[in-house]
């Protein structure tokens, strides 16, 4: 598997596994090119399997938005998770934001949602405020709390 950059020749395989990953608000293709279109303001990741071609099993976005970055996304091929991209990915994204100058990352995660939080706090993550009822249902089921996490930046993780 190979962490590599993203580039526009990404992004139908990227909004494929967008579609499936986040069914019910998931970006667009248009979304995606934009946010590239936004480098060196963001950064992109994907984990490339390699098999025959190109294969994304995953990305991971950044903001780097100056001495803290914000983590956009991670997200990981349903047949692939479990084998360390996720971990993989997000350990890219905090060398580019170290290599950017910022000195904390943060995030915003569903309370709900078990791999991320796990993922996060077993990366360094604490959680520095809870927004209740942040995510509505719009099924008219509960809202969902939103956990606002983050991470300080050392030369070791
Ligand atoms: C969250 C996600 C990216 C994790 O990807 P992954 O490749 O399966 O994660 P990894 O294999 O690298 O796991 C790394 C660590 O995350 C945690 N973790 C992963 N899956 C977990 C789960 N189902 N429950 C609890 N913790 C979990 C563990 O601490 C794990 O370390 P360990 O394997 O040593 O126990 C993946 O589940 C995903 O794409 N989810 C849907 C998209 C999403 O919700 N993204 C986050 C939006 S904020």
Known sequence: MQLREADWRDLAMMAALEREIFPDDAWSEATMWAELAMRPRRAYLVADDGVGGSSLVGYA????????????????DPRARGRGLGAALLAGLHGLARDAGSRAVMLEVRADNEPAVGLYGAHGYEVLRTRRGYYGDPAGGPARDALIMRKELDENG
């Open 61 to 76: 976005g950044l903001d780097l938005a100056g001495d803290v970055a914000d983590v956009m996304t991670v997200a990981v």
